[in-house]
């Protein structure tokens, strides 16, 4: 079964910027860039993603969660 998401808020309007999704699984998911050169040892499943400090402070003034 694939998860569904909603989107709570974005950076902009088009599909290729930082956005903050909600999922049916109660968790959160992120889309942004991917962290280059970070250092740290993540898991082949797994990845970094970088989006504005901005996007969860406007997710958390608009009570979107």
Partial sequence: MSVKI????????????????????GTLAVQGPTLPDHGLTIPAHETLVEIPIDLIRRAVRDDLI
Avoid at 6 to 25: A, M, W
């Fill in 6 to 25: 909603t989107k709570l808020v974005g950076s902009c309007e088009e599909d290729d910027c930082p956005t903050l999704y909600v999922t049916d699984r």
